[in-house]
């Protein structure tokens, strides 16, 4: 009876499958977002949708039978990039990528690709699904802000040093020159009298204050030993107004004192100065290590805490690639990023370490000649 109940099922769900199967093969068909088509397992391709000849520009007759790594630039093809990525895909089931490749008319995009493996129930390599996304426009704007925020850092760079210089060099002067005013005054006693003398210790006092707040204020703007004797000299003379101000024991485990190109050395200090801002602010470390030294070509500034380490969202391998961080650890990467080096923030218990790593030119590299 239930043997029968099953025919007869088999028997009307068959045309409703064929039918569900049509309308699925016209649905990948008429899609035009996403090039959506299938490869043979040794790579040609056998089927081709109306996004594949939007976005590629091929039409079928032109590709179908045709190797997919005709869509990818010479060097890559070169680099057999295709053929990895099936291998990939057909060990682990699916590849992931993002890179450029090539139109029918030459012209290059920016893709997003996932190629999936298609067995049969055995197990058997059927092919290879793949779907391509056109994300040139997204690319585009990606870079866009990315030259935006190198201009920012840029004007920031020059705007802080124009005030650190303007400081020192206007209000600076002038308090400096109302202290020796001052200073003439109360040393002479046919011009002042006890009282006047008494009176003339408290506005001293404000002006040497002052001068003191302002040449630091300066000097943390525009580090003139930063320019003058290097970035080991800057990050000691740093410390030890960072330990005075925080009550945070900052020690220079090691500090070389190298000459590097200008925009490394003024990258670095300033992803150092944001680095002791955070353990300043967010670490309760009692104590913080600082190294940087250049070796084997590679310029390395490490500032470590012992504090309560990373929140877990920062803690992921790829926090900074998914932008959960804030603007002061992105500002790091992005200055970092446009020399050619990397950031990387490790949790470390107890504590964090923030690595900066900054690739030298042979004939920039303080460690080859010294
Ligand atoms: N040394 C550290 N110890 C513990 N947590 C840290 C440390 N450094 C950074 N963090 C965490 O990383 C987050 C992001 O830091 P980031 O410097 O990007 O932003 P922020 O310091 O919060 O703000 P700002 O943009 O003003 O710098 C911080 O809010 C903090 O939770
Ligand atoms: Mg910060």
Redesign the pocket.
């Known amino acids: 009876m239930s043997g029968n109940d099953d025919s007869q099922f088999a028997t009307a769900a068959a045309p409703a499958r064929h039918l569900s199967d049509h309308i699925f093969r016209l649905l990948v068909d008429q899609v035009a977002d996403y090039a959506i088509f299938m490869l043979s397992p040794s790579g040609e391709v056998t089927t081709w949708n109306t996004g594949a000849q939007r976005i590629k520009g091929f039409k079928p007759h032109e590709i179908i039978g045709r190797h997919f790594r005709i869509f990818y630039p010479p060097d890559a093809q070169a680099r057999h990039v295709p053929e990895e990525e099936l291998r990939v895909a057909a060990a682990t089931g699916r590849f992931e990528d993002e890179g450029w490749r090539i139109r029918s008319d030459g012209s290059r995009f920016w893709a997003n690709v996932i190629i999936t493996a298609i067995r049969d129930e055995h197990g058997r390599l059927m092919g290879f699904g793949k779907v391509t996304r056109d994300s040139t426009e997204k690319k585009r704007s990606e870079e866009q802000l990315r030259q935006l925020s190198h201009r920012l850092l840029k004007l920031q760079d020059d705007e802080r040093a124009r005030l650190g210089r303007d400081l020192h060099d206007t209000v600076g002067q002038d308090l400096v020159a109302a202290k020796m005013s001052l200073d003439r005054l109360i040393s002479n006693r046919r011009l002042t009298t006890d009282d006047v003398r008494q009176h003339l210790k408290d506005p001293i006092f404000l002006v040497d204050n002052a001068i003191r707040q302002v040449r630091t204020l300066s000097y943390l703007l525009c580090p003139p030993m930063l320019e003058e004797m290097g970035l080991g000299s800057a990050i000691r003379w740093d410390l030890e107004g960072f330990t005075k101000r925080s009550g945070i024991r900052a020690v220079c485990d090691r500090c070389d004192d190298v000459r590097l190109p200008r925009e490394v050395e003024v990258a670095l200090f300033r992803v150092f100065q ?1 680095s002791l ?3 300043h ?3 309760r470390s009692e104590v913080a290590h600082i190294r940087f030294f250049v070796e084997d070509h590679i310029a390395v500034l490490e500032v470590q ?1 012992r ?5 877990p969202s ?1 803690s992921e391998p790829n926090a900074l690639a998914l932008n959960k ?6 500002g790091m990467h992005e200055r970092l990023r446009q020399i050619g080096g990397q950031l990387s ?1 490790l949790s470390t218990p107890p ?2 370490t ?1 690595r900066a790593t900054v690739p030298i030119e042979p004939h920039d590299d303080p460690s080859q000649t010294l």
């Open positions: 944001e801002a955070n353990v602010r967010h670490s805490d504090g309560i380490g990373l929140p920062l961080a804030g603007v002061g650890i992105r923030i504590g964090t923030l």
